[in-house]
């Protein structure tokens, strides 16, 4: 971080001496110690991690997705005794937000997203890639593995902690970059119990497991 001690420290004895100059000397370097110190901050700012609001935006133009989504995403609005969209799953609906649908994505919301779009930017197309991507945005106890059909389509399944509504809304309207060409997701399945992995048979570990462990999931 610049000081203005860098400009003044160097004012030999026989001036530093005279308040007037050192006040004169202060006030011009002041400044660009001020511009540098902004400069030196812009950084950090537009850091995705901590970026916010148009920081956030700016880095959209950037990698090449907004927060504004093109299919208004229904059924994500924060409502007592509904399932999926109830405390820490809906969304809650602002002032300027729609009846019809959300358009316009939160800060925590389009941080996934960027998340996806920047993965997707360096993606080599494969299916483990795919995985690794959805991995970068999902946290918390949320697991996520893909199953490749072998007829082109593959099918996403998410266990554990089932992830907000707006989120799965992006999932389900192929809004989260995370497909090779041509390839559709055909489904994507949802534990229906918060935490728990997806009911399987023969398979016992975090995304799949038997009875009395696994859940029924649902599709999107």
């Known amino acids: 971080m610049a000081d203005i001690s860098q400009y003044t420290?160097?004012?030999?004895?026989?001036h530093n001496q005279k308040p007037k100059y050192m006040a004169m000397v202060?006030?011009?370097?002041?400044?660009?110690?001020?511009?540098?110190?902004?400069?030196?901050?812009?950084?950090?700012?537009?850091?995705?991690?901590?970026?916010?609001?148009d920081q956030l935006d700016s880095i959209g133009i950037w990698v090449g997705i907004s927060r504004?989504?093109?299919?208004?995403?229904?059924n994500?609005?924060?409502?007592?005794?509904?399932?999926?969209?109830?405390f820490e799953q809906g969304s809650w609906k602002g002032p300027f937000d729609p009846?019809?649908?959300l358009t316009r994505l939160d800060d925590a919301t389009y941080r996934l997203v960027l998340?996806?779009?920047?993965?997707?930017?360096?993606?080599?197309?494969?299916?483990g890639a795919s995985k690794a991507i959805l991995d970068s945005i999902f946290g918390g106890g949320t697991f996520v593995f893909i199953e490749d059909n072998q007829d082109m389509s593959m099918t996403i399944g998410i266990a554990g902690v089932i992830p907000s509504a707006v989120f799965l809304a992006l999932l389900?309207?192929?809004?989260?970059?995370?497909?090779?060409?041509?390839?559709?997701?055909?489904?994507?399945?949802?534990?229906t119990t918060d935490g728990s992995p997806i009911f399987g048979f023969d398979i016992s570990n975090d995304l799949v497991a038997g009875?009395?462990?696994?859940?029924?999931?649902?599709s999107l």
């Not at 420290?9 to 026989?14: E, N, P, V, W």
């Not at 511009?35 to 991690?49: E, Y």
Request: charged letters at 20%; proline letters at 5%.
């Open 172 to 191: 389900r309207n192929g809004l989260i970059p995370i497909k090779p060409e041509g390839v559709r997701v055909n489904i994507v399945i949802v534990t």
């Open 99 to 101: 009846d019809t649908g």
């Open 76 to 86: 994500v609005y924060f409502s007592f005794d509904a399932e999926g969209i109830g």
């Open 211 to 218: 009875f009395d462990t696994g859940a029924w999931g649902s």
């Open 115 to 127: 998340r996806a779009k920047i993965g997707a930017n360096h993606w080599d197309g494969t299916l």
């Open 26 to 53: 202060e006030a011009l370097t002041g400044t660009m110690v001020d511009q540098q110190n902004v400069l030196a901050s812009m950084p950090g700012k537009f850091d995705l991690d901590n970026a916010v609001g």
């Open 9 to 14: 420290g160097r004012i030999t004895s026989q």
């Open 68 to 74: 504004n989504v093109p299919i208004p995403l229904t």
